[in-house]
């Protein structure tokens, strides 16, 4: 079956950095868009970043353009957050859904991550 398993998540200072990670096995189909979601309590399940199956290109939120990096190596998404604020504190999800990356809904993907906190102290 699919399985996408995130890491990386942690407790970091404003301003900091930190990088989460997901693996995804189980895919039996191609290409595939990976994207980079985040919920915080009481609010919904947002768009972060997504990029392509080769790769070459990503998408960003405008909360984290500039600040976050999106990239992929196979079957493996990474997100690396610099410059982190107290409001990028949530559950970070990687997500897989079909081509093209051009999608921020996550009724577009379909296949999600157990989640991995991150926190940000101001």
């Known amino acids: 079956q699919v399985q996408l398993v995130e890491s990386g998540g942690g407790l970091v200072q404003a301003g900091g950095s930190l990088r989460v990670s997901c693996v995804a096995s189980?895919?039996?189909?191609?290409?595939?868009?990976m994207g980079w979601f985040r919920q915080a309590p009481g609010k919904e399940r947002e768009f972060v970043a997504s990029i392509s199956w080769s790769g070459s290109t990503s998408y960003y939120s405008d909360s984290v353009k500039g600040r976050f990096t999106v990239s992929r190596d196979k079957n493996a998404v990474y997100l690396q957050m610099n410059s982190l604020k107290a409001e990028d504190t949530a559950v970070y999800y990687c997500?897989?859904?079909?081509?093209?990356?051009?999608?921020?809904?996550?009724?577009?993907?379909?296949?999600w991550g157990q989640g991995t906190q991150v926190t940000v102290s101001s």
């Open positions: 189980g895919l039996t189909f191609s290409p595939y868009t």
């Open positions: 997500a897989v859904g079909p081509s093209p990356a051009q999608r921020v809904s996550p009724s577009q993907y379909s296949y």
